[in-house]
């Protein structure tokens, strides 16, 4: 880790070398976002509440600035401008698993697999499921940040807690620098690398992403190329839950690594190489100049796109968990674990998966015309996919191809302050996903009360999607199935509401799903015929008395069939901080914060399939994952300090995140993140 700290430091510092008139660039009235905790240089005009990728289509509106950062639409390679990083509070929670949500299910060690609580927060699932396990970790092209710089920008953020025996590290780097006005590249990188305070539970992924975006009145192109690799140590949970609730009755003194693991000399391997680009030729005409000398501004009128995006990814698990009972004979110790025998070696199985994906559409720009008061696409998609796992009956390699062509559209509207909508639709005409569809709107308005906007937003889809491959075929040692599900239909309406006098947002959502797939508690994937309806309303309350502040979150959920999609009845996040300037430049934020859901039967998780399952044994909740903190920022610099864990100190110890997995006991940690304009 100590070499790829000095790795960065050398490129930031070779980046400064390059361009000698290097200086820090502060923000002036013009660029100040309304987010009085940013320091992100952004267009007045340009709202940080922007929705999603697919509701958010800004490509025209984005104005040359020193620092622009903005997201791209996958299939379209339609931008939309978002603030960068540089929140002033709450560093700390970003470091954290907990952080990504009100309520979040993981291993206890930083970088292992992940589930949010929040059932409206989970995604679709990917094609190859096993990343899913991974996907705040995980980098695309639609979750990638672009640049356009006028001075050379990097940023270095490192975050360490433990001794040498069960370090924790976490090492992000990147650097961005435009070559003229119109081409940009960037390099980023994230190294993390988790011992663990259990045994077996190391986990360690290495990520490198080239990016880059070139920008004209003709043409624009992006362009994303990324590798990583996973490496996760599995040891199944503890194996004695007393270690932690009732650790008087142990009758001995013990370590963290003392407590006995179901599983050792274990893992999980992933890697993902990938690479995509976007390319977009506008059609337009020049406005008359006012001046014969310059030439008058270029209106887009329509754009011919192409968009293509390459994906390969490898999962490998593997044990050499093994019990000698003789000198002739041995029992592998994983084997007794599971009721089912595949093939007689010891586990090795792997699954490949590879995606070649190209996109042609037509747009109409919003706005080169008066009359004209939205914008309108329409594409088609072809998506070539290769799997491969292991044969259990044919001793070999079992391969898989299919294809799926998808056609679509977008309508939209997003020039407009007082009202925005985005409606699209997708369906499935030809090959695998054949009678697959999509369509999903959501529409926006805000008013002025006393100089106040009040935001109003409205959000629905249908969904009918068919099973992925690997939900319906997969063969391994331990689990092996080939089954035939019918399509699972889903419909949801939701809304949401933000008041300004109050700093309140309300927001509610219900959904319909039919045909439910999950992992049942015997692991294997099985379908819920009926209905299930799940209800989620959530409140976001801030609170602030001079220099007291008081933020928190709370989501109701309630799940008509518990069996099948379990939620906790009620989620909250609570931090209650003092913030203030302790000099005229260093930013101090002191408090404690605590993540609490109630009780019910969370997910348990399956290292043989890196998924997560609905069990009936034993329910997570009732406890906060709480922290003491102090977040700071100094200029171009934020750093944090923080005990991590401290309700174990007042309350009697029960911090499970997941069944069988504690979260680390009462931990201090630091980071440090530091902005350099160059």
């Not at 390059?18 to 320091?39: C, G, H, M, N, V």
């Not at 700093?503 to 015997?522: I, K, M, R, W």
């Not at 864990?645 to 110890?653: D, I, R, T």
Request: charged share 20%; with cysteine; proline share 4%.
């Amino acid at each position: 880790m100590k070499q790829k700290i000095a790795t960065i430091c050398l490129l930031c510092l070779s980046t400064t070398l390059l361009f000698s008139q290097a200086r820090i660039i502060l923000p002036d009235s013009s660029q100040i976002t309304r987010d009085p905790d940013s320091l992100a240089l952004l267009p007045r005009h340009v709202n940080p509440r922007q929705p999603n990728v697919t509701v958010a289509k800004l490509q025209d509106t984005i104005q040359p600035t020193r620092f622009t950062t903005w997201k791209i639409v996958e299939r379209t390679g339609d931008r939309y401008l978002i603030p960068m990083d540089t929140a002033l509070h709450n560093y700390h929670q970003t470091t954290l698993p907990d952080g990504y949500s009100v309520a979040m299910g993981y291993l206890g060690n930083l970088g292992s697999p992940l589930i949010s609580k929040i059932f409206f927060e989970r995604k679709e699932k990917d094609q190859f499921v096993f990343y899913d396990s991974y996907y705040p970790y995980n980098k695309d092209p639609d979750n990638q940040l672009f640049y356009n710089v006028r001075i050379p920008y990097s940023n270095l953020s490192y975050q360490t807690a433990g001794s040498s025996q069960n370090q924790e590290e976490r090492l992000q780097g990147r650097i961005t620098m435009n070559f003229g006005k119109k081409l940009n590249v960037g390099l980023d990188l994230d190294f993390l690398q988790a011992k663990g305070f259990y045994n077996s539970q190391s986990v360690k992924f290495n990520d490198l992403v080239f990016y880059g975006n070139y920008l004209s009145d003709r043409i624009e192109t992006h362009f994303f190329a990324s590798s990583a690799g996973i490496t996760q140590y599995e040891n199944g949970g503890i194996s004695d839950d007393n270690f932690i609730t009732q650790p008087d009755s142990i009758e001995q003194s013990f370590t963290s690594k003392d407590i006995p693991t179901r599983m050792s000399n274990t893992w999980n391997r992933l890697k993902t190489n990938q690479f995509y680009i976007s390319g977009r030729y506008n059609l337009g005409y020049r406005k008359q100049a006012e001046s014969d000398e310059t030439p008058g501004e270029f209106v887009p009128v329509a754009s011919l796109i192409l968009t293509s995006r390459y994906r390969e990814q490898y999962r490998r698990f593997l044990s050499y968990d093994t019990l000698f009972v003789d000198q002739q004979n041995n029992i592998r110790a994983i084997d007794t674990l599971y009721k089912h025998n595949y093939y007689p070696q010891a586990v090795d199985d792997s699954t490949h998966y590879s995606s070649f994906k190209n996109t042609f559409a037509i747009s109409m720009r919003e706005g080169f015309k008066d009359w004209v008061k939205f914008g309108l696409t329409a594409f088609v998609e072809h998506d070539l996919r290769n799997y491969s796992m292991v044969d259990t009956v044919g001793n070999g390699r079992f391969t898989h191809r299919e294809n799926a062509v998808v056609i679509g559209g977008i309508l939209n509207k997003q020039q407009d302050d007082n009202l925005r909508f985005n409606v699209q639709a997708d369906m499935g005409v030809l090959g695998y996903n054949l009678g697959e569809f999509r369509i999903s709107g959501n529409v926006q308005t805000g008013f002025y009360i006393s100089g106040k906007r009040t935001e109003l937003e409205a959000e629905a889809y249908i969904k009918n999607l068919k099973p992925k491959f690997l939900e319906e075929n997969y063969q391994s040692k331990y689990f092996w199935w080939n089954k035939n599900f019918d399509d699972t239909r889903r419909v949801y309406v939701g809304g949401r509401l933000f008041i300004p006098f109050t700093n309140t947002t309300l927001s509610l959502g219900v959904e319909n799903l039919q045909n439910f797939l999950y992992f049942d508690a015997e692991k294997n994937p099985t379908q819920e015929s009926s209905n299930i309806q799940v209800l989620t309303a959530r409140i976001d309350q801030k609170l602030r008395f001079g220099i007291f502040n008081w933020d928190n979150q709370a989501v109701y959920q309630t799940s008509s069939n518990q069996n099948a999609i379990p939620v906790p009845t009620l989620s909250l996040y609570s931090n209650m901080y003092l913030k203030t300037k302790i000099v005229n430049e260093l930013t101090l934020q002191l408090g404690v914060d605590a993540h609490f859901h109630t009780k019910y039967f969370a997910p348990g998780y399956e290292p043989a399939l890196l998924q997560f399952y609905n069990q009936r044994e034993l329910e997570i909740g009732n406890y906060p994952i709480s922290t003491f903190y102090a977040d700071m920022h100094l200029k171009q610099t934020r750093f944090f300090v923080m005990m991590y864990n401290v309700a174990s100190l007042v309350m009697k110890p029960n911090y499970f995140s997941l069944p069988h997995y504690p979260v680390n006991s009462m931990l201090f940690k630091m980071g440090l993140s530091v902005n350099l304009y160059n």
